[in-house]
């Protein structure tokens, strides 16, 4: 059975990741895309499902950490016999992704065992094995991988297995290359000590870079790394998480591919790059944000490949029993071809975060792209939509939805103001934003409750609604914002940590998401409640909660997507782009005074 969602860390090459358990199993690795086939799939399954095992042989107690600013991993093992270190990283930028595992003797002599299972797409394909002087070449359909190993290997039941002892200061590389099939020669294997001295200065140099000055400097800088690591490096696209179907309650059905790249993230993605000084990197996402919304606005999606692929088709795989037996396990996402009008406040919101910031001649947002976009809105703006979490249920009209559709008429007309552009166009987005506004305040609140609601006429409260005051909707001291801060609280705070909705049908026998179970908090969204008190000046509580927060990052500072309470224990996709960007961007509006990008969000005219 896999290991706890925390039990994992994550090294990346910027084109792909894999998830590495605290045994010393990496149980998770999809090649040569991060939302490609996976290699290893016992994270979903079992061991016959693809492992990389390299451990002692028998009993140890483990601690583990990065190495200062990189994404390479130690795992050191404390044994009766003595210590040994795993080290495990990928060299970024390559053209056959690898994996590198370096086995260093640091005390004693250990004895040590290596079982290596690979089951191309998902854990159903078998591939043909061949010994080569140096280790085994492995080739299914389109896949191929190159292994190098040295010491002797034996075949078990389609499993590699070996068994050998390390002593102290004695070193063993092993390595692990994907190819294409077709090719007629295997990669030579690299040199994984000279591959290790080369990642490791490709880290500190991406890390020099950072001019983040703010507190928690060590938290922030490695959850950037932690992005870095989610971004697809040939076309700049920011993944959401490493991995699909990691439930969001164990046991339960609420487990989806987070693969892919969202819109809703852009703005915050943005800010995080942007207030750490990656400028290179926001100009890259903004780039690819621009060619996914490319033709007709009226098909623009909510989310798309990290290449811009827009037919993100969802199906089931059913040999997999999933994780914890949480199943379907799901590849894809149906929720790609939903209405979502967020994603419109997104868009032209990232498009000002760039403008604001310089980057319009490196993004090239242009006056007939926003004039398209805000021309569907127009069309599309009073209609019901499936809202920012993707239910499964009917299409109401979601106040965060219709708050996000104000958004994109106010940065639509702050981007023609600082154009001089669009004329008529400009006075009617901004009759449009007013009237969208009202239309909000009247039917999107509650005076019973004294707070905004879910959706237009429902007793529901919702956390998106804490974006009110950060998007520059309402002012952060306006009673309705206070209210409805405190009624999220009131209602969906759960042991200090916010749950994105009541997922159980309301007083009114609506059942807003059309799913059985219930789910964890959310983690982005308790973010958004430390913002939206740091916003109105409490300081104090934003900053229990944002440290509330970092205590649930797991040994080596990741996070997933939500937090069981009752459990203790993480949920949900792993290690989640949203959540690490919650901590980029909480720690600098904690701490960065007039420049927070919660500040400079909310500004509007």
Sequence with gaps: MAGLIEDYAVIGDTATVALVDRSGSIDWWCTPRIDSGAAFAALLGTPEHGRWLVAPSGEATVSRRYEDDTLVLETLFHTPEGDVAVIDFMPPEQANPSIHRIVEGRSGRVRMELELVVRFDYGSITPWVRAT???????????????????????????????????????????????????????????????????????????????????????????????????????????????????????????????????????????????????????????????????????????????????????????????????????????????????????????????????????????????????????????????????????????????????????????????????ERVERWRELRQRVHDQVCEQGFSAELGSFTQYYGSSNLDASLLMIPLVGFLPPDDPRVLGTVEAVRRTLLDQGFVRRYETEASSDGDDVDGLPGSEGAFLVTTFWLADALALAGRTDEAREVFERLLGLCNDVGLLSEEYDPEAGRLLGNFPQAFSHVGIVTTAANLSLAERAPCRQRAGSD
Aim: glycine share 10%; net charge negative; proline share 4%.
């Design 133 to 423: 002087g140096d280790g085994l070449v492995m080739v299914a359909g389109p896949d191929g991988l190159r292994f190098h190993s040295p010491v002797r290997l034996e075949g078990l039941d389609h499993t590699t297995v070996a068994n050998f002892e390390v002593a102290e200061g004695e070193r063993l590389t092993f390595s692990l290359t994907w190819f294409a099939s077709q090719e007629h020669e295997a990669p030579l294997p690299l040199d994984s000590l000279a591959a290790a001295n080369r990642t490791r200065r490709w880290w500190h140099r991406w890390v020099a870079g950072c001019t983040y000055d703010g507190d928690w400097r060590d938290e922030v800088v490695r959850s950037l790394i932690t992005l870095k690591a989610l971004t697809y490096g040939p076309t700049g696209a920011v993944c959401a998480a490493a991995t699909t179907s990691l439930p969001e309650d164990v046991g339960g059905v609420r487990n989806w591919d987070y693969r892919y790249s969202w819109l809703r993230d852009a703005t915050l993605t943005l800010q995080a790059l942007l207030v750490s000084g990656f400028r290179d990197e926001a100009a890259a996402w903004s780039r690819w944000l621009r060619r996914a919304v490319a033709g007709n606005p009226g098909e623009f999606q909510i989310m798309y490949g990290v290449g811009g692929e827009r037919r993100l088709t969802e199906f089931e795989l059913d040999w997999l029993p999933g994780y914890e037996d949480s199943a379907p396990v799901r590849v894809g996402n149906g929720a790609s071809t939903q209405f979502q009008l967020d994603v419109f406040g997104e868009v032209m919101d990232a498009a000002l975060t760039a403008a604001s910031n310089g980057l319009e001649g490196q993004v090239g947002y242009d006056g007939e792209v926003i004039v398209a976009l805000m021309d569907q809105l127009e069309r599309v703006w009073d209609q019901p939509d499936e809202g920012i979490w993707e239910v499964r249920g009917p299409r109401r009209h979601f106040t965060h939805s219709k708050v996000m559709a104000w958004v994109a008429f106010d940065r639509a007309v702050q981007l023609a103001d600082r154009s001089s552009a669009h004329g």
